[in-house]
Structures are given as structure tokens and as C-alpha cells.
């Protein structure tokens, strides 16, 4: 049945996962009682699911290999993307936690004032930067 057919490809596969996310979205739309927004699903699942069947007995094997590349550098752009802004949100949270291990943060008696002082300088005496307070606090 496959002979001479294009067959399966990254792309489609793509497809067929985002099929099933749509009919699954679909389904729990409908659970919701919303109205509209499962028909849409479905119709994209299914369009989904029938691109991705025809390209697979699709003969035209030059179109689909052009589809497979524009898919595959969109693919890597959107990892490129992903990568970029995850790796920068990783990065601010282990900046934060080592600034906390590094600093205590106390709050001014006086005037509710929030001031960094360094950790493990034992007992310290801190001037409030805001309104000038004077207080020891353990650090
Ligand atoms: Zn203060």
C-alpha cells in the first residue's frame, strides 16, 4: 500500500499529535458546555488529521519534502525561542537564590523600610537607609 507513496515524516507526526490535542480540547470544550469552541477543535483536528493522511500517500515526494523542510526550520525557530526564554528565567531564579543566601533581608522597625545586610556577620548594627533607625539584628 506504501509502495511508491511518501509515507510518515516529522511533520506529520506533528500533525497527528496536534490532531489529538484539538479532538482532546474538543472533547473537554463540550464536557465545559461551551459552545462553538469544540466545533472549531474538531474541524481542526479532523483538516489536521487529513493533511497529515494525505501527505502520507502523497506521491509528489518533492512538495512534501519542501513541506518537511519549512516545517523543520520553523520547528528549530521555535526552539531556538523556547530555549532562549526558558534559559533566561532559570537564570534569574538562581541569581535570586544566591543573592538570598549571600544577604538576610530585614525589615526596618521604624518605618517598614526592607534593607539587605550580609549573611553570617553575626550580630550587626543596622541603620535603616530610609529614615536613619538605628537597631542590631543577627545576620
Ligand atoms: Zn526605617
Known amino acids: 500500500m506504501f509502495q511508491g507513496r511518501y509515507g510518515n515524516d516529522r511533520l506529520n507526526r506533528t500533525l497527528f499529535i496536534v490532531a489529538i490535542a484539538a479532538s482532546v480540547l474538543s ?3 463540550s464536557v465545559l458546555g461551551v459552545n462553538v469552541v469544540p466545533t472549531v477543535f474538531s474541524v481542526l483536528s479532523w483538516a489536521l488529521l487529513l493533511a497529515a493522511l494525505w501527505r502520507m500517500f502523497s506521491r509528489n515526494f518533492y512538495a512534501r519534502q519542501q513541506e518537511l ?3 523543520m526550520r520553523f520547528e528549530s ?4 525561542w523556547w530555549k532562549s526564554t526558558f534559559h533566561q528565567n532559570v537564570g534569574n531564579v538562581r541569581s535570586f537564590s544566591r543573592e538570598r543566601k549571600k544577604f538576610k533581608y530585614l525589615v526596618c522597625p521604624h518605618c517598614a523600610q526592607k534593607l539587605r545586610v550580609p549573611r553570617g556577620k553575626g550580630k550587626l548594627r543596622v541603620t535603616c537607609t530610609k529614615c536613619g533607625y538605628k537597631f542590631e539584628a543577627k545576620s
Open 69 to 71: 523542510a519549512g516545517y
Open 77 to 80: 525557530s521555535v526552539k531556538q
Open 27 to 29: 472533547l473537554l470544550f
